[in-house]
């Protein structure tokens, strides 16, 4: 059914007159009348009917009325929730790698409970290939992904990306292990991305040596309790918190940098909650690994 009939049957309701329900919404009385008429055909029930001089709503009519005010309501919210004029509210779904959500994604909810309390953040946490695969099948309206230098991202045009901060990553040895001595030793790299594999086997390469690669794990904290454990050496963020036992030895020739990115499906950056959340992180750009 057409919104505007609907608008003019809960006026209808609310005023009590075709007379004052065409004043008051700028039309002839004759116009509302046919509105209604074309209104009642459309659902199929008779909506109004005589009392007197006047006419009065029908039970069927009072029931529609009644389920109107709930419509329009739905409708206008509809309205401002996508008017990129509007104050942000809505839920912003955000996948993200561990640390991008700790350090980026977080000091932004912060900030949103205090000045926009109206927006809520719903956090998944993803490796960039399972956050891209949500952002495809409109899943969540924003990822937070990275790539190294040592092995770089295309973004397809169906992407908006922008950078946040980079960083640059060692090689995570047993305390007292010399790099010269670390590119023979099993290496650990992520269980959910191939990125770090990549990066080892480049990085190796230009050294003379084929890494071996023996473990597989996601967790940052858990990549450092193998190397304490003595089962081999692993990528770690050059500013990380390092295990008593690990030494994060610095890289060069080639240096191994993480870049982190906010990436949004093109044409989304116009709803408000998703606009906000990309100013306030673009606001708010900490240094981090992955």
Not at 229 to 252: E, I, Q, R, S, T
Request: net charge neutral; with cysteine.
């Amino acid at each position: 059914m057409e919104t505007r009939r609907l608008r003019l049957l809960v006026e209808l309701a609310r005023l009590g007159s075709m007379r004052e329900v065409a004043e008051e919404m700028g039309l002839t009385t004759s116009t509302v009348s046919q509105q209604l008429a074309i209104l009642a055909r459309d659902v199929g029930a008779k909506l109004v009917e005589p009392a007197g001089r006047r006419v009065r709503l029908t039970p069927a009519g009072q029931r529609l009325a009644a389920h109107g005010v709930t419509i329009l309501g739905a409708v206008e919210a509809a309205r401002l929730d996508l008017d990129p004029g509007a104050s942000p509210v809505g839920e912003l779904r955000v996948a993200g790698f561990a640390t991008a959500i700790r350090r980026s994604l977080l000091p932004v909810q912060a900030r949103l409970a205090r000045e926009h309390p109206r927006v809520r953040l719903l956090i998944h946490e993803h490796e960039p290939a399972e956050a891209y695969a949500l952002l495809d099948t409109d899943d969540v309206d924003l990822a937070l992904t990275y790539e190294y230098n040592l092995a770089p991202v295309s973004f397809p045009g169906r992407y908006e990306a922008r950078a946040l901060w980079t960083v640059p990553w060692g090689l995570a040895v047993p305390a007292g292990t010399t790099l010269d001595r670390a590119w023979g030793q099993d290496w650990i790299v992520n269980s959910r991305n191939t990125a770090d594999e990549q990066v080892a086997r480049t990085v190796a390469s230009l050294h003379g040596f084929t890494p071996r690669i023996a473990h597989h794990c996601d967790s940052l904290d858990l990549v450092q309790d193998l190397i304490v454990a003595g089962l081999g050496v692993g990528l770690l963020p050059a500013g990380v918190h390092a295990l008593d036992g690990v030494d994060v030895l610095p890289l060069a020739d080639p240096a191994v940098v993480l870049r982190a990115y906010a990436v949004n499906r093109r044409g989304r950056t116009a709803w408000p909650p998703l606009s906000l959340v990309l100013r306030l992180l673009d606001s708010d750009r900490p240094q981090a690994g992955r």
